[in-house]
């Protein structure tokens, strides 16, 4: 499978509005990091100024929500996400906030025919792994005193989600490499080499960290398991889909074997804030 599908199937993960928006609580409900992140990445910024606002890899709206009472309301918010079934998810918060919003289903690549230096604000929320390449042109994008703003993973998010995976599919003679599809796209853009990557775009960056673990206790495995069922696209990119059924049940059975043996399960998920300011002149290049 080339790198094109596999992204194609982790992507997959995302199209499940209702159930995404479930996960979305349940990870609220089990970190130990009680403060919104998006709250943390706005936190004394003064957004008021911005009328053109573009969220790449949109979703329902999730980083956009948190824009409510911090732009004005002449704002025009615009969504970017290839899975045309959260427009009206998106555009419901754009109502809730007091914007005016659109919303474009189409892939990344999109951004080429975007207007250049038109945007006062960029967002970016758990997507650019997706698609590094673009930094160059988001950087583009941006018109005078504009801001990039991108939340990703650290490289060992869901890291004992990976290892059981990897255990499973090694034991079952499915998996003879070190790293899942998933972890290799995620390590495109996270928290260890992101700036690295973003300064060649832009003369400014800081960076904010959001620590945070996700613990499930041994009676709420069944939760476990349903975080896992959901996410289980990315652990199974590459694999054909008649083992699947196979493998999901095996993974259940080992998942519930660590938490027992464990008196719970923990994950990592530490995350880094990135805000780019002052696009460097190369940005300007072909």
Excluded at 145 to 157: D, L
Excluded at 167 to 186: A, H, S
Excluded at 192 to 221: A, Q, W
């Amino acid at each position: 499978m080339n790198k094109e599908a596999q992204q194609e199937q982790i992507a997959a993960v995302f199209t499940g509005v209702d159930a995404h928006l479930v996960t979305a609580e349940l990870i609220r409900s089990h970190s130990t990091n009680r403060e919104d992140i998006r709250e943390v990445a706005l936190r004394g910024l003064d957004l008021r100024p911005c009328r053109r606002i573009l969220d790449l890899g949109c979703g329902f709206g999730f980083f956009s929500e948190a824009l409510r009472n911090r732009v004005g309301p002449g704002a025009r918010l615009t969504g970017l996400d290839m899975i045309p079934a959260y427009e009206r998810l998106f555009l419901d918060v754009c109502r809730r906030i007091g914007v005016r919003g659109r919303f474009i289903a189409a892939p990344v690549s999109h951004v080429e025919t975007l207007p250049e230096r038109s945007w006062d604000l960029v967002l970016c929320s758990y997507a650019l792994y997706f698609f590094p390449e673009i930094t160059v042109r988001i950087a583009r994008l941006l018109a005078a005193g504009g801001i990039f703003i991108a939340i990703t993973h650290g490289e060992k998010n869901m890291g004992e989600l990976f290892t059981a995976a990897r255990t499973v599919l090694k034991e079952q003679g499915i998996m003879n490499r070190e790293r899942l599809p998933v972890e290799e796209i995620i390590g495109r853009f996270c928290a260890e080499n992101g700036g690295e990557l973003l300064r060649r775009s832009f003369h400014r960056i800081d960076t904010i960290d959001y620590p945070n673990t996700l613990i499930f206790k041994p009676h709420e495995l069944p939760l476990l398991l349903a975080y896992f069922h959901f996410k289980s696209p990315f652990f199974l990119a590459g694999i054909d889909a008649l083992h699947r059924d196979r493998i999901m049940t095996t993974f259940a059975a080992h998942l519930e074997d660590v938490t027992r043996r464990q008196e719970g399960f923990t994950i990592f998920k530490d995350d880094r804030i990135f805000i780019c300011r002052e696009p460097r002149d190369n940005a300007d290049g072909p």
